[in-house]
């Protein structure tokens, strides 16, 4: 089983602040299937990243992905008030999916 | 538009059984994989089973293998989770998920006495 390990935990900026999420797997991700969601309270999560860096249908240019390997990052280059949120990255390069245990995204 | 609309959750006894549908629409059900996510109250995601379309491959987490089982009817265009034995730690928003980007907007299962 592929773990991944996301940090922060807790990510507190301001609208307009630049956030950057890591995500570290245990072992090379297969073919970099490695995504990213948002959760917001109540909701289903929603697809941001796929394929390490491409964007999902809808989503901003402020959100962006990258990394390879073991090491990924989500970045969102201007925080707007809806990002503020929880954030999952997810492995599904085996049917065995992983998820990273999240980061949140909180005002400050 | 793909939509799956999970139903069947509720409040059950601990040792007790319940069993999630999810009815899939917008797409052809028989050409995809399915996969079940829970998500325990303030907590994280956890993967727990896949079923291949042809239901020849089916795969459990540990934490439900032995108790949960998967299945389909792709003449129905529906999944479902039949979970035996439930135990508190089961108490969850369960989603029924098509692909990465396609989920359900969950049931909820609680486990209590």
């Known amino acids: 089983e592929i773990v991944l390990t996301q940090s922060p935990g807790t990510l507190s900026l301001s609208p307009g602040e630049r956030a950057t999420l890591s995500c570290r797997a245990s072992?090379?991700?297969?073919?970099?299937?490695l995504a990213w969601y948002q959760q917001k309270p109540g909701q289903a999560p929603r697809l941001l990243m796929y394929?390490?860096?491409t964007r999902a249908t809808g989503i901003p240019d402020r959100f962006s992905g990258s990394g390879s390997g073991t090491d990924f990052t989500l970045t969102i280059s201007r925080l707007e008030p809806e990002d503020f949120a929880m954030y999952y990255c997810?492995?599904?390069?085996?049917?065995?999916?992983?998820f990273g245990q999240g980061t949140k995204v909180e005002i400050k | 538009d793909v939509q799956l609309v999970e139903s069947g959750g509720g409040l059950v006894q601990p040792g007790g059984s319940l069993r999630l549908s999810c009815a899939a629409s917008?797409?052809?059900?028989?050409?995809?994989?399915m996969t079940w996510v829970r998500q325990a109250p303030g907590k994280g995601l956890e993967w727990i089973s896949y079923?291949?379309?042809?239901?020849?491959?089916?795969y459990y987490a540990d934490s439900v293998k032995g108790r949960f089982i998967i299945s389909r009817d792709n003449a129905k265009n529906s999944l479902y989770l039949q979970m035996n034995s439930l135990r508190d730690e089961d108490t969850a928003v369960y989603y029924c998920?098509?692909?990465?980007?396609?989920w359900g907007q969950g049931i909820l299962v609680t486990v209590s006495s």
């Open positions: 998920v098509r692909s990465i980007g396609y």
């Open positions: 917008g797409f052809p059900f028989s050409n995809y994989s």
């Open positions: 079923i291949t379309r042809t239901s020849y491959t089916i």
């Open positions: 072992q090379s991700v297969s073919s970099n299937y």
């Open positions: 394929a390490v860096s």
């Open positions: 997810q492995q599904y390069g085996t049917s065995l999916w992983t």
